[in-house]
């Protein structure tokens, strides 16, 4: 089984910048997509954005687009995700996610297998 691990978390002003990142042991990780979804206090769970094996990227939205960036490492065991001028309500637990078969990978139910999450709290 395939097992998820993020760090890069924490608490930064708005305006700032992070780097959170996903790494993945045990079984062999080829073809997997890989995803970032978040949680916020209150709110249900939301996808981020995703990546393909081969570097397909998907964001949830244009305001994601245009200040987060998702991304894998060489070696493709490590997925990341810049995020640029953050925001109060980028206030969130960060999780990866991944599955080794996606049909819609907005949907959370999709996910095999998911990381235990790294807070991210942006202050005003």
């Known amino acids: 089984q395939v097992q998820l691990a993020e760090s890069g978390g924490g608490l930064v002003q708005a305006g700032a910048s992070l780097r959170l990142s996903c790494a993945a042991s045990?079984?062999?990780?080829?073809?997997?997509?890989t995803a970032w979804f978040r949680q916020a206090p209150g709110a249900e769970i939301e996808f981020v954005a995703g990546?393909?094996?081969?570097?397909?990227?998907?964001y949830a939205t244009d305001s994601v687009k245009a200040r987060f960036t998702v991304s894998r490492n060489a070696d493709k065991k490590n997925v990341y995700l810049q995020m640029n001028n953050l925001k109060p309500e980028d206030t969130a637990v960060y999780y990866c996610?991944?599955?080794?078969?996606?049909?819609?990978?907005?949907?959370?139910?999709?996910?095999?297998?998911w990381g235990p999450g790294t807070q991210v709290t942006v202050s005003s």
């Open positions: 045990g079984r062999p990780f080829s073809g997997y997509y």
């Open positions: 990546i393909t094996w081969k570097g397909q990227i998907t």
């Open positions: 996610a991944a599955t080794s078969i996606v049909d819609d990978p907005r949907r959370d139910d999709e996910y095999e297998t």
